[in-house]
């Protein structure tokens, strides 16, 4: 799942909107929906995250956060280390050969350590 996923369908949920439902609103089909919930979709474009966004009636700061989101939920990344260090490389492997391995409680404190290293 992707953090975008995951935050349409905690609004959807919330709201007690079915997938059928808000896929017939959105003008998309409820597969595609469905798909896009559970991460095997390519984040949706601008338009659609703007017609999400007045579909739940959210502003401000939710909405700035759905549009964040979806740009940080391609659930396929392509890490390119081309002409960086050999390290750069070594890591973008490690990580890719052992993602699916890692725990929630180990992903929780990566990602933290991750953004303090990368926020300084």
Do not use: C
Request: aromatic share 6%; proline share 5%.
């Amino acid at each position: 799942m992707t953090p975008f996923a995951t935050k349409v369908r905690a609004l959807r949920r919330a709201r007690g909107v079915s997938q059928k439902e808000m896929a017939a609103a959105l003008g998309v089909t409820p597969a595609y929906l469905s798909a896009l919930e559970h991460g095997r979709r390519s984040p949706p474009n601008w338009a659609l995250v703007q017609k999400i966004i007045g579909y739940f009636n959210v502003i401000w700061d939710e909405a700035e956060e759905l549009q964040r989101l979806a740009e940080l939920s391609h659930p396929r990344v392509v890490v390119d280390t081309a002409g960086l260090p050999e390290k750069a490389t070594a890591i973008a492997n490690l990580l890719a050969q052992n993602i699916a391995h890692l725990d929630e409680q180990q992903l929780d404190r990566l990602y933290e350590d991750l953004q303090k290293l990368l926020t300084k």
